[in-house]
C-alpha cells in the first residue's frame, strides 16, 4: 500500500521512520516533510491545509492510507473532505472529522464534554465580551493561580496562569476585548488551578474499540527545572515512571471509557488519536486538555517502543477492527531531547547550516524544523531535532539523548540538560 504523512515537523519524522519499516507500505509520501523524512520517504512540496493538492497527490499516486499529523488540517476538516468527495470517500484517513477534532479545536466544547460524561476534570466557567463583568466579578471570587484559556486553537499558547489578580483580570479584557489571541480568544474559559505532574496518555480510537500506546512524560517549559514561556515541547520521557499498572488501569477506568462511551453516545465516529493531557493529582487523573492527534515530542518516545507494525494498527483502526490488536510494547526506556534554535519560543533565525553526526547505537534522530538546501541541512523552525534515546533504564536513555543533542551543531543552539530528571525520585523509592 502507498501511504500518505501530512505535516513536517518530529512527529511526523517518526511516523515516516516507523512506516517505512513497514512491509505493508510500498511508496512512502510525506507533504511537506522536512530533511528527515527525506531519508525514509519522497517529500511533496504540499501544504497541510491545501485539501485539493492533497487529492490530487492522493489519486495520483494511488495511495490506501493518509495519516493526519497536526490539528490544523483536522480541525479544518480534512476528514470531511475526504468523506464528501466521491474519489477519495474509500481511502484510509487516520485522524477525526472536525466533529471530533473539537476535542481540542473549542476548549469550550470538550470541557462541556467531559462535565457532561463523567471524565475529571477542573472545573471551569466560560466567558465572552458579552459577559466579561461576570467574568470579572467571577475572577474576584476566587483565589490563585488562576488559570485563564482561549477557546480556539492557540498554537499552544492560549494559555495564561498567573498568582496575580490584577493581571488575570486585565489578561481576561484584553482576549475578550482586545483579541489577543485573535478569534480563538472570542471565548474564555477561567479554571481551576491543578497541582500535580502532568502525564499524555495515547489512545489509538477506530470508532468504537480503542488501543492505549505507551504513555509519555512531556517538558514543556523552554528552561531547566520547568521555568520560563511554554514551548510545544523540550523533551520527552517514556515510559513514566509514577505511571505504573495500577495507575494506567485507573486512566483506563476513569478516563478512557468514559470519553470513548461519550464520543458514542455524541454520535462522533472518531477513529484516530486521541492525546490526553493528565494532570496527575496525588494518584488522581484529572484531564487537562484533549488533542486529536499524536503529541510532539511525545511521539518520539511513543513509536520506538512500539514493536507491533504500525501500518497493521493504522489499517486496523481505519477499518474498525482494533479488537483484534493486541499491541506489543518494549520495555526499554525511551528518551528524547529537543534541540531548538536560540530565541524559541520567541523569535529566532531560520537557515543556519547544521552538522548532524550519524546516530550511534540505540539511538534515532529525528528531524523537526529541518530542510534540505544546497549547501546541507539547516535549521527551518524553532523546534529544529530531536535526538531519542534508548536503555534498559531511563537513566542510560538520558544519557544517550544528551550526548546526541550535544553533538548536533549550528549556531545559537539551545537543549534543556534537565529531561528526566524530575522522575528520577520515583526509581528511587
Ligand atoms: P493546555 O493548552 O490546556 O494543554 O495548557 C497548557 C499548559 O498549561 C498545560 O500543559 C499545563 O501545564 C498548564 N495548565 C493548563 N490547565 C491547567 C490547570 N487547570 N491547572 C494547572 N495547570 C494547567
Ligand atoms: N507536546 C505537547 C503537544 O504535542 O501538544
Known sequence: MNILI?????????????????????????????????????????????????????????????????????????????????KLRKIRIIGPDASGARLEGSKDFSKAFMQKHGVPTAFSETFTKDTLEAGLAYLDKQTGPYVLKADGLAAGKGVIITENKEEAKASLKEMLTEGKFGEAGDKVLVEQFLNGIELSVFVLSDGKNYVILPEAKDYKRIGEGDTGLNTGGMGAVSPVPFADAAYMQKVEDLVVKPTMAGLQAEGIHYVGFIFIGLMNDNGNPMVIEYNARMGDPETEVVLPRIKTDMVRLLQAAADGKLDKIKISVNPKSAVTTMVVAGGYPEAYKKGDLMEIPVAEKDTVIFHAGTNTTSEGVVTNGGRVIALTGMGRTMASAVRKSQKMARNIKFKKKYFRKDIGKDLMKYLEK
Open 6 to 86: 501530512i505535516g513536517s515537523g518530529g512527529r511526523e519524522h517518526a511516523f515516516a521512520w516507523k512506516i517505512a519499516q513497514s512491509k505493508k507500505c510500498e511508496k512512502l509520501f510525506v507533504a511537506p516533510g522536512n530533511a528527515g523524512t527525506i531519508q525514509v520517504a519522497t517529500n511533496v512540496d504540499i501544504k497541510v491545509d491545501d485539501f485539493e493538492g492533497i487529492k490530487n497527490l492522493v489519486l495520483s499516486e494511488n495511495i490506501g492510507m493518509v495519516v493526519v499529523g497536526p490539528e490544523d488540517p483536522l480541525v479544518k476538516g480534512i476528514v470531511d473532505f475526504f468523506k464528501a468527495d466521491k
